[in-house]
């Protein structure tokens, strides 16, 4: 069965018409209508204007399993995946401290919470770098999705699409950058690693801004890899097959094995502030600059003309000793006051903690480990759905706190409690 949720709220009797759809109750919460389309099998998402997402995972409701949370799907994608897999997507750099800060930050802050406010309806649409998106909650570039799901990096563009988001694939995707465009119909960032052969950086530019990609996301925080251990005790490599598409004419490793030696060998190590104009100069798109924590860094890159920041330490997988990311936000958003935009990423696993990190001052927070978590636990519909999961959530404690659109989310809503 093909099934699809549409949002209304509890008691709200009413359906879409439509005669070539069988439509039944099953009484979810606000996600009460479904419907049942014998043209579609149980793995293709239904387009429908409106929906945010496929009512998600029959398989895991058949064996007992409830999807619930961002940890609910990393359990079964723990289980779907091999042991180096997971533990590559999972892991951390060195004793995966920062890792850990990342996420322990958001439970430090409390949320002041308003009374007698009308929140019968809620809109979480906003815009980043003035394109429209459904929701505040935007994909991290993340390598190797052919890894999680066969489709990969493709199935991870649609469900982008779907949700009304931004993708920002990675320059290590598993599928090369051109064909991830073509197969998406929404906004997309290309993130970019800054080589050595500048040459080669050059042409990543031009292919990424050819294919139609919305802006480029320059990644500063990896002159050289982190260490990361479990990668290291797993001997960790891609399977026969899968390479790093980007990349896969140069000399050298491109399927995963030795990324720490492709990252020394390939990765400019002497890129500066001095090297922004060079990059402007190369492509109309805007600049993000990804992989900040410091607020003079921040002002700097306003300085230099980047239409963006975000507030990353690359997951906990660079410097182990990096201040958690929520902990690095509200100096750098206040310090900007609207030069440029401020993103962030780091931890986020709930609704809420997008809440928080909106209220410290991110226009829009990325998330990556839940994204291939979804993925690895049911391709394009479980990515989707895990969008849609952050999203009720997010919605929820919106309505909760007393906020109706996320201009509504203030400072003074949130404290260290």
């Not at 260490?227 to 097959?241: I, Q, V």
């Not at 903690?353 to 636990?377: C, E, H, N, S, T």
Request: net charge neutral; glycine share 10%; with cysteine.
């Amino acid at each position: 069965m093909g099934c699809v949720a549409l949002e209304h709220q509890p008691g709200q009797a009413r359906a879409p018409q439509d005669p070539g759809r069988k439509w039944c109750d099953v009484g979810c919460g606000p996600w009460e209508w479904i419907y049942e389309d014998p043209a579609r099998g149980s793995n293709q998402v239904p387009r429908l204007a409106g929906i945010l997402s496929p009512f998600m995972a029959n398989d895991a409701k058949r064996k007992g399993r409830k999807l619930l949370t961002v940890r609910d799907f990393e359990r079964l994608a723990r289980q779907r995946l091999s042991k180096p897999a997971y533990d590559y997507f999972r892991s951390g750099s060195e004793e995966e401290r920062a890792l850990a800060r990342n996420e322990e930050a958001y439970r430090r802050w409390v949320v002041w919470y308003r009374v007698l406010v009308d929140v019968a309806e809620r809109d979480l649409s906003t815009t980043v770098l003035g394109i429209p998106v459904a929701t505040p909650i935007l994909i991290a570039p993340t390598a190797y999705h052919r890894l999680a799901h066969p489709e990969g990096e493709l199935a991870t563009a649609r469900a982008a699409t779907v949700a009304g988001t931004v993708y920002v694939v990675s320059t290590l995707a598993t599928t090369a950058l051109e064909d991830v465009a073509q197969e998406s119909a929404g906004p997309k960032f290309f993130q970019l690693y800054v080589h050595k052969d500048r040459g080669f950086t050059r042409e990543l530019i031009e292919r990424a801004e050819s294919a139609g990609y919305d802006a480029l996301v320059v990644t500063a925080d990896t002159p050289l890899l982190g260490r990361r251990l479990r990668d290291e005790r797993n001997g960790f490599c891609l399977p026969d097959g899968l390479v790093m598409s980007n990349l896969a004419h140069l000399a050298g490793p491109t399927d995963g094995s030795m990324l720490a030696r492709y990252v020394a060998e390939r990765h400019d190590a002497s890129f500066t502030w001095k090297d922004l104009e060079w990059l402007k100069s190369l492509s109309h798109l805007p600049i993000v600059l990804k992989g900040i924590v410091r607020v003079d860094d921040a002002v700097r890159a306003a300085d230099e003309g980047v239409a963006g920041v975000i507030v990353s330490n690359h997951g906990g997988r660079q410097l182990d000793s990096a201040p958690a990311t929520l902990d690095a936000l509200p100096g750098i958003a206040e310090a900007l006051r609207g030069r440029c935009e401020v993103l962030m990423d780091g931890g986020i696993r709930s609704g809420a903690d997008v809440f928080k990190a909106l209220a410290l001052g991110a226009r829009a927070v990325l998330v990556g480990r839940p994204v291939l978590w979804g993925l690895a636990a049911g391709g394009e519909d479980g990515v989707v759905s895990v969008l849609r999961l952050l999203a009720e959530d997010l919605s929820k404690t919106m309505a909760l706190a007393g906020t109706r659109t996320l201009a509504d989310i203030e400072r003074t809503m949130v404290a260290l409690g």
